[in-house]
């Protein structure tokens, strides 16, 4: 039996210190260990990106690395991006133009595009695509996903895109729609 190794870590803000055994994945130290379940894993191959989190400013694959490898290191999650009731501007962009469907992808797309968005100029739709290739979905067709981060690159306001591309979903437009 392998003896645990101490780690200190920085989640989502909050540092951390366990012991964990050696051959304990990432993934697997943020949903069991942490509680931490939007890190979702599919192939455990590192070819879905379900897993996809960052580390140290940079997006991996959290079933390809250690927890022992994350020792010192700064780690953010789709946890950290927002909440339910502040949902940060890719997540309500994603929301927005509709860029989700079943959910299991969603995390690793929002951490992919979310490094993405921090580093490249992603002028065109193939560049967001090819981006996005390393991500695998069957539901969406990648083509909301797209959208959203155009939205976001261009700096719009989800609630200003969404009332002119959709008056009828402006939330003041219910309200006169519901009103008696």
């Given at each position: 039996?392998?003896?645990?190794?101490?780690?200190?870590?920085?989640?989502?803000?909050?540092?951390?210190?366990?012991?964990?055994?050696?051959r304990?994945?990432?993934?697997?130290?943020?949903?069991?260990?942490?509680?931490?379940?939007?890190?979702?894993?599919?192939?455990?191959?590192g070819?879905?990106?379900?897993c996809?989190?960052?580390?140290?400013?940079?997006?991996?694959?959290?079933?390809?690395?250690?927890?022992?490898?994350?020792?010192?290191?700064?780690?953010?999650?789709?946890?950290g991006?927002?909440?339910?009731?502040?949902?940060?501007?890719?997540?309500?962009?994603f929301?927005?133009?509709?860029?989700?469907?079943?959910?299991?992808?969603?995390?690793g797309?929002?951490?992919?595009?979310?490094?993405?968005?921090?580093?490249?100029?992603?002028?065109s739709?193939?560049?967001?695509?090819?981006?996005?290739?390393?991500?695998?979905c069957?539901?969406?067709?990648?083509v909301?996903?797209?959208d959203?981060?155009?939205?976001?690159?261009?700096?719009?306001t989800v609630?200003t895109?969404?009332a002119?591309?959709h008056?009828?979903?402006?939330?003041?437009?219910?309200?006169?729609?519901?009103?008696?």
């Open positions: 039996m392998s003896k645990n190794l101490d780690i200190k870590l920085v989640v989502n803000g909050t540092t951390y210190e366990r012991a964990v055994e050696p304990l994945l990432l993934s697997d130290f943020l949903r069991h260990t942490l509680g931490l379940t939007g890190t979702h894993v599919g192939c455990e191959h070819v879905c990106g379900a996809t989190i960052m580390v140290d400013g940079d997006s991996i694959r959290a079933c390809l690395m250690l927890a022992v490898q994350a020792d010192g290191c700064v780690v953010e999650t789709v946890e991006l927002g909440t339910v009731d502040q949902l940060n501007p890719l997540q309500q962009a929301h927005s133009c509709h860029g989700l469907q079943c959910g299991f992808c969603t995390p797309m929002l951490m992919t595009c979310t490094d993405m968005l921090k580093k490249y100029p992603l002028e739709d193939a560049e967001i695509r090819d981006g996005l290739s390393g991500n695998l069957r539901c969406t067709g990648y909301h996903i797209v959203a981060v155009k939205m976001v690159k261009r700096g719009a609630a895109e969404t002119a591309s008056p009828q979903s402006h939330p003041q437009q219910i309200a006169k729609e519901i009103s008696p």
